[in-house]
């Protein structure tokens, strides 16, 4: 990779990266540089299958975590675990994320919440447990993995458009309410890509 992009001694926790979209950019990460890769995924198998990946990578200088993101507590008691273990997180990627493709008639209210939760209220939890560091060194990056689907309607996929939708405005929100802490947000809307999410597609 040319390396005019260096990420050289930053620290990244990038959310549900043991697999998917996002190992792959923690595998990019790396290649610029990074530092420490931190990921944190739902359960031990899932953690165990990403630290499978990050050997056979070749990447050592990563540390995972078993945290569900819906989880207010568990989530801050992961970042001062983070703190006491590999130190300050100088980028945050929000990339876990589910989808339910249920036609919007048939779609219970509990479906529609949990993905919600997830992939919009999970960014928010996650981005205000680490946004006081990043405010106190006045230095900050978020990555948001948004979709197509934050600009476009689909059929069966109402829950999935409207949290995408709206992480797409949080986003934006976080660029306006901390951008004179020097904290930058941005999001990615990636098309499809061949993944465990896009498999039932395939
Ligand atoms: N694959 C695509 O085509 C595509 C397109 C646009 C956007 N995206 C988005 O990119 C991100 C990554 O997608 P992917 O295709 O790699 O998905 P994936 O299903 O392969 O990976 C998602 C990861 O998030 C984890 N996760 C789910 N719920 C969690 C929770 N509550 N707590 C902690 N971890 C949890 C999963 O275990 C998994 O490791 C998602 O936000 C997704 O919506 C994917």
């Given at each position: 990779?040319?390396?005019?992009?260096?990420?050289?001694?930053?620290?990244?926790?990038?959310?549900?990266?043991?697999?998917?979209?996002?190992?792959?950019?923690?595998?990019?990460?790396?290649?610029?540089?990074?530092?420490?890769?931190?990921?944190?995924?739902?359960?031990?198998?899932?953690?165990?299958?990403?630290?499978?990946?990050?050997?056979?990578?070749?990447?050592?200088?990563?540390?995972?975590?078993?945290?569900?993101?819906?989880?207010e507590a568990?989530v801050k008691a992961l970042v001062e675990?983070?703190?006491?273990?590999?130190?300050?997180?100088?980028?945050?990627?929000?990339?876990?994320?589910?989808?339910?493709?249920?036609?919007?008639?048939?779609?219970?209210?509990?479906?529609?919440?949990?993905?919600?939760?997830?992939?919009?209220?999970?960014?928010?939890?996650?981005?205000?447990a680490?946004?006081?560091?990043?405010?106190?060194?006045?230095?900050?990056?978020?990555?948001?993995?948004?979709?197509?689907?934050?600009?476009?309607?689909?059929?069966?996929?109402?829950?999935?458009?409207?949290?995408?939708?709206?992480?797409?405005?949080?986003?934006?929100?976080?660029?306006?309410?901390?951008?004179?802490?020097?904290?930058?947000?941005?999001?990615?809307?990636?098309?499809?890509?061949?993944?465990?999410?896009?498999?039932?597609?395939?």
């Amino acid at each position: 990779m040319n390396n005019l992009f260096s990420l050289e001694g930053k620290n990244a926790w990038i959310t549900g990266a043991s697999y998917g979209i996002g190992f792959n950019i923690a595998k990019a990460f790396v290649a610029a540089g990074a530092q420490n890769i931190i990921f944190n995924d739902i359960n031990n198998e899932a953690l165990e299958r990403g630290l499978a990946n990050y050997r056979e990578a070749g990447i050592e200088n990563v540390r995972g975590y078993v945290c569900d993101v819906t989880d207010e507590a568990a989530v801050k008691a992961l970042v001062e675990r983070i703190h006491e273990e590999v130190g300050q997180i100088d980028i945050l990627v929000n990339n876990a994320g589910i989808i339910k493709r249920i036609p919007m008639h048939e779609m219970e209210r509990k479906e529609f919440q949990q993905v919600i939760d997830v992939d919009l209220v999970a960014p928010f939890i996650v981005s205000s447990a680490v946004l006081p560091e990043m405010m106190e060194r006045r230095e900050g990056k978020i990555i948001n993995i948004c979709s197509m689907m934050s600009e476009l309607g689909r059929e069966t996929v109402s829950a999935y458009a409207a949290a995408k939708g709206g992480l797409k405005m949080l986003t934006r929100n976080i660029c306006s309410e901390y951008g004179e802490y020097n904290i930058q947000c941005n999001a990615i809307g990636p098309g499809y890509i061949a993944t465990p999410q896009t498999a039932p597609l395939r």
